[in-house]
């Protein structure tokens, strides 16, 4: 199989990013959000949801659904955890991963309905 060298390259940059995610990771741990109140609770709704069923084969689109539903799961266990509600608002630790998943989902979403 042919690889090109933009995809070289972009192996290259990945790995990169992955150093600097290594570097970084001793640095921060986590940041202190804002969340709606509705949003917090939806969250938490996720986290205590039992998901019985058994993964199979999943299409791309299908694994990154569930991915981004477990990362919800994971804010609301850190809302469940830390959450402190505040005038309407729920303030929460969460981990830069779970800030990073959500702010990724944003673009990801946004590619899935169209």
Not at 3 to 16: G, I
Not at 35 to 63: K, N, P
């Given at each position: 199989?042919?690889?090109?060298?933009?995809?070289?390259r972009y192996?290259?940059?990945?790995?990169?990013?992955?150093?600097?995610?290594?570097?970084?990771?001793?640095?921060?741990?986590?940041?202190?959000?804002?969340?709606?109140?509705?949003?917090?609770e939806a969250?938490?709704a996720?986290?205590?949801?039992?998901?019985?069923?058994v993964?199979?084969?999943?299409?791309v689109e299908e694994?990154?659904?569930r991915?981004m539903?477990?990362?919800?799961?994971?804010?609301?266990?850190?809302?469940?955890?830390?959450?402190?509600?505040q005038d309407?608002?729920?303030?929460?630790d969460?981990?830069?991963?779970?800030?990073?998943?959500?702010?990724?989902?944003?673009?990801?979403?946004?590619?899935?309905?169209?």
């Amino acid at each position: 199989m042919h690889v090109s060298e933009e995809y070289v390259r972009y192996r290259q940059d990945a790995q990169l990013l992955a150093e600097v995610g290594r570097q970084l990771a001793g640095q921060v741990s986590r940041v202190r959000v804002t969340l709606s109140r509705e949003v917090a609770e939806a969250a938490v709704a996720a986290w205590e949801r039992d998901e019985l069923g058994v993964v199979g084969e999943e299409t791309v689109e299908e694994f990154a659904l569930r991915d981004m539903a477990a990362e919800l799961a994971l804010i609301g266990s850190a809302v469940t955890e830390r959450g402190v509600p505040q005038d309407g608002q729920v303030v929460v630790d969460l981990g830069v991963v779970q800030v990073g998943a959500a702010l990724q989902a944003v673009g990801q979403v946004r590619q899935l309905e169209r």
